[in-house]
């Protein structure tokens, strides 16, 4: 048994690293979670460990033969050692516990809060939006116009604010890496602030359940260095609209699109929907579907005929009436859009 | 020790006198006339088993779909429905209605008495688990069982999102079944409070009643705020009232506060009984008396009442204000103090004594490494940034099975174990005992302990799938080997505990040299478990007087024999346990079913939103009620005269104060915390609301709310001046008297409902409409109700059975009128005065 539980914890410190794995941190709020969580691991396996062994002592064959019933302070003796036990271990114990945890735990929860900077500055502001099942998130230095959906940009190396709210039903938004979640709930905006050290790829996930396709909701955030976000930023807000003109190849899947995508879809310059993810630069994602399906080609297509069947009961009809070359030539058209 | 007791003829007639007057009736008719609590505390439990191997078996089928990375085992809406019954079943219908059916079993039969004080409540209590459970289970049946989680967060649960019927399964069927908790609850309280054994005063008694008390006093004031909160879910489902709809000015994290004000108390209404098993079974292996009985009641209350202030802790990612975050999370890890008191009292108790490891106490031992395991996480968890990384991911899950599980489970078995040879008088076998224990114990960890890890890599509670690049594939794998492990361990112990009852070896007498009063009776104990009634001035009956069980079987005691054809217990003084009076128990009776099947129809009519139905069965529910409560008191029914001798203490129908008025005021206190939710409701969507709408002037009338008080008032002034005069003998014109207060509390009610009909509401419009039709209807209910009790007061004083000799029931009414008068100006100055007051709307 303990040769199994040393093998079991063996292969579960091996085993820490994980997109999702809170013992990974890569920023310092979870960074400091995970110390809180080692540090306790330690602290309270030992508690563990001596209430249980004495639990097993108690057990021990005993001679109690020098404590004859007829001795007269037997019962003041008894009441005094069960005293010293009573307090040692139900109050004493639990009291120094509970004062070490929060004289550690309060200030590692002030770093998720959204309180002002040092320096008197204010994060950037990032808003995510949770939808029965994707992720909508806004930059507002992006003067409202670039829109990402499942797929999230932010700098790496300075704090960053996250307003979140909720759609529909109430959404978890939590970057496990990073640190701790907060509710997304509908008609409150809820704030958060995270920060990555260095310029990465983190496994975020809706974390409150939200119904039956909770399971596909993960958004995938990237960290890129300021400079560069800057950039993309740029890039993104002044990117030419999709244009009608460009190219003839894809002119009927961009017709096609208009019939019947663009009620529920928006792709920047085309169309207006926003029932459904923003695709203006689907193309350029790392999944389809929350995290349903890899990028690769021809994902978008096979996206397109199957995506009941791969997350069911998603908010999108089956496309039966279309055929299948298409649902590929619109594939094949969404794959080029990458600002 | 009985079959040797009954020898002499006088001994023989005593208890065929005491069978023919308790016992139950044979055939159909005993199936559903039975009040006994024996009888009834045992079909809870076996109706309980049963919903507990249902639940395992969906808890088998989510271990399976989550084995291996991409399962397609299920489909995740099937998922999603096995998921939230397999909660809703293992905490509703299994933990909480087991704890009830073990203490309803128990407690008579440990405090001294031979019954409960409402045998039909016990009854009634049955009938609405049983009914409750089956329509519930039935949706998963029909696939359309609920789908949104065991807590049925809100708007997921709402129509919108839920358009189907399995919520409104959820929230019919669950109310019913809290209707079951609460009469035991309230039944409990007062049985544990007034029929203990003469001399028996509150310090003597057996930790388990404390216990119990606690428990039975946290379901009566934790379970309300569960029901008003599904009855306005029900309501915004069926009716579109926006209570939890932002865009109608509700608010759906207020269903969130609802649900936890109920949750978190029922962690510890679970909890709190299976610790009382613990307390029983330490000190009696130990073979010494507890070590700090005082330090152990007092963990015992103050549990109790630190669980009320830290349902937040299940929110701390609501985004709530830091303070309240602070406060809540010191308040969990404060509850950690009991806790360990009670842990450390244990270890003291086994130090102090010569403890043998008997197969309960190695359940016993089982549960101490899982639940100390799991209560150190649970102070992990109440730290609000860890909290805020592990909440809702498998961490929690492992969490909390730790809790539950090793906190109820292992103790509940420990305690089958240990009561079985009093129930069947057989001794179960060590052996397959053992083999059980093990691979239940191992088979747990396995699964759980490895979950805690599965969490911390991140997985998420509630997915039907994952995906084998997260790196969760192993930790799942092995904990549905332990799932499966720890379900073999259940087979074993099922196999030995429905075969003992045939092949196990006869059981001696107190096997276990236990020192509590159950172990004083016949094996399986009698109808009446007393032949007559011990008097008990210690806390230690049985290790004081072994033979004490002969005694009572000889009629030494108390109160022998039924020749007054009664069934009879003796009621006490809650402090002292001083003899008081002499209660009558009604006999067995088809009411309670009929009741509960009416109450039956009002849920399959609301299912199938066929409203007339639910009406239909809603009158009936109410006849029947009003019915069983007028076989009471002086009711030939009720109480067989017979002959009383003068020097006897009095029968409770011809004393004031008797446990009819306990009971009615237990009951009140869970009214009035149904009502203090319903304020909280108010004030949290007035101040909190994102969207609330309060109008520029309120739409009551104060004049039309004013006089219908006003007619309230008088009449409980009357009343209680009238029913003081009758406990001093005066009974001239009670009849006219109670007449016209009754006449008063019709015109409280009709002004009451023209205030109603001239504010012109709009519940489905704004949720401050809503709020105002749910309150108003409130006191509509208790005034028709209060209004009615009292007009059959004025009959049954009519017919002779209510009068100076009889003073007993306008005493209990007059508190319901009292109570009315209460919630009624209360809510007034809370929906009417104040939004005026603060100009609120302006």
Redesign the interface.
Known sequence: MPALLIL?LI??LA?????????DPAGP??R??AW??WA?LIG?GL??LV??A???A??RP?D?AERSPGQPDTYDV?RR???R??L????L???V??LV??AF??P??Q???PLPLPGGETPRVIEVTGH?WWWEVRYPDGAGEVVTANHLVMPAGEPVDFHVTGA???H?F?V?RL?????M????I??IRLQADRPGVF?A???????????HMQLHLEAVPPEDFGAWLAARRDAEPESPALDDQHASARDSFTANCASCHRVAGLSEGEIGPDLSDIGARATLGA?TLAMEEGAIARWLAEHQHLK??NRMPAHDHLALEDLEALGAWLETLRP | MSESMRTTPEVERLHSELSAVWGNPRGWRGVFSVVNHSTLGLRFMATGLVFFLLGGVLAMLIRTQLALPDQDFM???I??QVTTMHGTVMMFLFAIPMLEGLAIYLIPKMIGARDLVCPRLTAFGYWCYLFGGIILFASLLLEMAP???WFM?T??SSSE?APGPGSDFWLLGITFVEISALSAGVELTVSILRTRAPGMALHRMPLFAWYILAMSLMIVVGFPPLILGSVLLELERAAGMPFFT?AGGG???LWQHLFWLFGHPEVYIIFLPAAGIVSTLVPVFAGRPI??YG?VVS?IVITGFISFGLWVHHMF???IP?LA??FF??AS??V??P???????W??????G??R?SLPMLWI?GF??IF??GG??G??LA???????????HFVVAHMHYVLVGGMFFPLLAGAYYWLPLVTGRMPSERLGRLGFWLTFLGFNLTFL?MH?TG????????????S???WD??NL?SSIGGFMMAAGIAAVLVDLVVHGRYGRRAPHNPWGADTLEWSLAMPPPNYNFASLPRVESRHPLWENPTLGDEIARGEHARPGAAHGRRELLGSEALTGRVREVIHLPGNSLLPLFAALCLAVVCVGLLMRIYPLSLVGLAGAGVLLLRWSWENGGHSRAAPLGHNDPEDPPLHSRTADGPGRWTMGVALLADGAFFLALLFGWFYLWTVS??WQMPDQSPLSLPLLLASGAALTLGTLWLERRVAALRRGHEAGLTLVLSAIAALGGLHVALLVAALLAAGLEPTATAHDATLLVGLAYLLVHGGLAAILIALQACRAGLGLVGARLPFEPGVVALLWRYQLGVFWILSAAIALLPRLTGAGS
């Open positions: 079991v292969t579960a085993g820490c690293s994980g997109s999702h794995s809170i013992l709020a979870a400091d979670v809180l969580w306790m309270f508690v563990f209430v249980v004495l639990w097993l108690a057990f005993r109690r008894e050692q069960g005293l036990w009573i040692g271990g139900g109050i114990l639990p009291g516990t509970i945890l929060l735990g309060v590692a929860g770093r998720l809060m029965q529909d039903v109430i978890a939590w496990p640190g701790g979640k907060i509710d709930i509908p008609g409150r809820n704030r496994g996930q809706c974390a409150e359940y939200c119904g039956v396709q909770h399971a995290g069911p009961g | 489909p995740p809406e998922y999603a789908d949104s989680g967060y708007p997921l999102f932002v608010d759906p994290i070590i700090g330090w963990a990612t609501v985004g830091q975050q602070a999370s010191a890890m404060l950690a103090v806790t360990a008191i009670q842990v450390f009292v270890l003291a108790t086994l130090w102090l010569r403890p490891m031992t101490l490494v100390v395991c150190l996480t102070v992990m730290l609000v940034p860890f909290n805020w990384q592990v909440h809702d991911t490895i890890w911390l890599l991140g997985m998420p509670r509630r997915i039907y799938t994952y995906d690049a997260m790196g192993l930790y092995i994102p969207q």
